[in-house]
């Protein structure tokens, strides 16, 4: 087996694999909550390369890669506290101004035939331990209600729902409920 290891996206590469990890993420949790003709129009392949592009520059938010040799596995964005940001790339305005001096974990997706094999867990414990190093009281994120894998697999890890939810619009008709976990360090 080929010996895994981390890599801070910083490459066009890194931002077209994390973006496919999305893509297949959202495929693969949200077939039964999302309709199929929405997930081919708008989860593409490089959906959030631009996104993650411009994280880089602006090096606010950090992409992290989990890798086998040169397969990758697992990917998260994290960062500061997402406190002044409408929906624009986004689907919707995660801001979060209550907790503007947490890190937040902004996504956390492994590749769907690798999923209980441990690497989101390889992953999520080095974002939590950079947030933590980096000073921050604690971590949040945000996570779609109808995705319980997720919610269990973010619970195994410490953290707990806030009582804040949003909804999410993706379309007229499809409006999902995002819940806001977090833990303390």
């Not at 949200?30 to 392949?45: G, K, L």
Request: glycine share 8%; with cysteine.
């Amino acid at each position: 087996m080929k010996e895994l290891h981390l890599i801070d996206a910083c490459e066009e590469q890194h931002f077209q694999n994390m973006s496919l990890l999305h893509a297949l993420g959202w495929r693969a949790a949200y077939q039964d909550s999302i309709p199929a003709d929405y997930m081919a129009r708008e989860i593409t392949n490089n959906r959030w390369v631009p996104v993650f592009r411009q994280n880089y520059q602006e090096g606010r938010y950090h992409g992290l890669l989990l890798y086998a040799g040169d397969v990758p596995l697992c990917c998260a964005t994290y960062g500061p506290a997402r406190v002044d940001q409408s929906a624009g790339d986004t689907i919707c305005d995660f801001s979060s101004p209550d907790l503007v001096d947490w890190g937040e974990l902004i996504s956390l997706y492994s590749h769907p035939d690798d999923w209980g094999q441990g690497y989101g867990s390889a992953v999520m414990e080095e974002v939590l331990h950079r947030l933590n190093t980096a000073d921050y009281p604690g971590c949040f994120l945000y996570v779609l209600r109808e995705n319980v894998r997720a919610r269990r697999f973010y619970e195994k890890h410490g953290f707990a729902w806030d009582g804040h939810s949003l909804n999410v619009k993706l379309a007229p008709n499809i409006v999902l409920t995002d819940l806001r976990y977090r833990r303390l360090f």
